[in-house]
DNA sequence: TTGAAAGCGGTACCAT
DNA sequence: ATGGTACCGCTTTCAA
């Protein structure tokens, strides 16, 4: 079967016009008599055509496309919960708008921003998606000095002319340690994530703040978010001088992996350890103990960043979202601490 | 910075030569003065200048982008191991070579061939990785008549004219039996992922040749591959009439999930039941007890299958790829199986 | 070996 | 309201 190759000239063949009115038909534009629009809509229906993305932007400018880059060291690149979902939204709002998805995974820093300017020059991408939000991010400069739009996931800590899309985790933090506490604990420790990471340092310092609101000394050791290092800074505060009765991870992977050293060493669980992850994902639910953990929602953030995203580029207009709180889901992983020996 | 748009027009112009002549030189193509070439590539250099994709794909017919499309139940996304690591094998083919990953997300069957039909007729990817392969699977006729260019990852069950990347696992799961029986397990149960898929039943089927083999007789329970199927199927096992020893879950996630329903019932692991992944995890390594599996490498395919889409998108040279065959890893758990009670 | 010009599939402007 | 035409950035003939 060779499928034709159909363009805007068959349709304004079809219709018994000029390409001219067919482009302006297709685009919505004012001026086209009610009748010639339908006769020229029903002809590029019966043809199944829809206009040629690149051949349109060779005089719009636009790619019809948006950017996400992955930062991901190769062989830590498998578990992140996150991904898969908040793409899934993307994608429905991109599918919808006849627009697409262009992903690229980079090793280092250098790759990244080598992918940044390569998307941006081939001119492959309207405007990029940024994740993973560092403190301080060289790609909010980067992008903007391509000249290239873009939204991040939480808030840049320098200034950024892109629009915010954020949740609040301090509430859902909050309610986590408060949930802790009351059960008992004192020594709470806190596997945090990368500290370069502006959402891995924000949870950290949360969870600082109500130890300390409760008159409790923090007890903070940092990673990559990596399993591995989850399961390393599990055994040192297991052998450390202060042994907590309950680990708050940075994130479900590491809280997983925490829970493997816990099962490894004998400890029965929840009741010698408390352990709870911070973005609810769903293995969560299969693992035993299942995990207390926040919630999140992936493709919420999908949906939300991709909409203000096309808002930016298609209307130039600069909206922030705020996406409803993370709330605290308290599951099996967590109990009052046993008054054993230890 | 206004990243001032420069053309092949701005190159020629500073070569002192006509934009064909740049042309031609940029792709290598003969019949340009080497000095000429040289001068050409230099400025082009210079200016940072890299032709238009959308441009150029007006006139070769390409789109020099590949595009991966992903059917998954949206509140089933989140855990897959292999695609991560898969995308960034693909991108370190792609990214070299100038051209893009266009993905895509698909909730169910029509709205995956939609996706097919849109990347393709919106000239939007050269060709498709075709993964999660069916048994009959409809996209290879899909794609066929859509006359674009795929690959897929295991060989498709009707004919196909796409090159095919494949991998043995036939062996390592020999491999992974005969580690179980001569542990002195005999009752071995499999849950088999989604029998829909080939991967999912081929392993079924291989397992159960291992059972016979061996004079031992099969006992399956198919899943849709989840971590939610994988824990109801155990619990279906260990309260059904021929409870296992040992269970091979036809992957990682799975498996993970099959340890906590185990905990969850007080078995100690690997002493009251042994288990298995089948396509070793990153985060099996974490867990407890450490998973024993297979090996993959999801970079490896992905290498492998963009290599070979390329290859036949550009030169028309249909080769398929076979992967060293999978190997059995063994880690903590799986062990002979307790003589008490049961 | 090189230049000039046509054409790829659209959009946008200027007449009418 | 509609048609004609130039033009977007590049490739590909065809002459020279």
Excluded: C
Excluded at 35 to 61: F, K, M, Q, V, Y
Excluded at 209 to 231: C, K, W, Y
Excluded at 282 to 303: A, F, H, K, R, V
């Amino acid at each position: 079967m060779t499928s034709a190759r159909i363009t805007i000239n068959d349709v304004a063949k079809a219709a018994g016009v000029s390409k001219g009115l067919v482009s302006l038909a297709l685009n919505e534009r004012r001026g086209v008599a009610p009748e010639t629009r339908d006769r020229i809509l029903g002809a590029a229906r019966d043809l199944g055509w829809s206009p040629n993305p690149g051949a349109r932007g060779l005089t719009t400018r636009r790619a019809y496309a948006l950017g996400l880059i992955l930062r991901r060291d190769p062989r830590t690149i498998e578990v992140d919960p996150f991904f898969p979902a908040f793409i899934a939204g993307v994608e429905t709002v991109l599918s919808a708008r006849g627009q697409v998805l262009v992903l690229s995974v980079a090793a280092d820093h250098d790759a990244e921003a080598a992918a940044y300017e390569r998307l941006s020059t081939d001119k492959r991408v309207d405007g990029f998606l940024l994740t993973d939000l560092l403190a301080d991010d060289m790609r909010i400069r980067l992008v903007e000095s391509l000249g290239m739009h873009a939204v991040s996931l939480g808030s840049p800590t320098a200034d950024s002319v892109f629009p915010v899309i954020s949740r609040d985790y301090d509430e859902g933090i909050d309610a986590l340690m408060e949930h802790l506490i009351s059960l008992g604990h004192r020594e709470i420790a806190h596997v945090s994530g990368d500290e370069q990471m502006l959402h891995g340092r924000r949870r950290r310092e949360r969870y600082e703040h109500a130890m300390r609101e409760a008159g409790l000394v923090p007890n903070v050791i940092a990673t990559d978010f990596s399993p591995e290092q989850g399961a390393g800074a599990t055994k040192a505060l297991l052998d450390g001088p202060r042994r907590p009765t309950a680990i708050v991870y940075g994130n479900d992977p590491m809280a997983v992996a925490g829970m493997g050293v816990a099962h490894e060493r004998g400890l029965r669980l929840p009741r010698d350890l408390s352990i709870t992850g911070l973005d609810g994902s769903q293995i969560g639910t299969y693992i035993y103990p299942s995990l207390t953990t926040l919630d999140n929602d992936p493709t919420e953030w999908g949906i939300a960043a991709a909409t203000a995203l096309l808002r930016l580029v298609e209307d130039g207009e600069t909206s922030n979202v705020t996406l409803p709180p993370a709330g605290l889901v308290v599951r099996a992983s967590t109990a009052a601490p046993s008054t054993g020996q230890h």
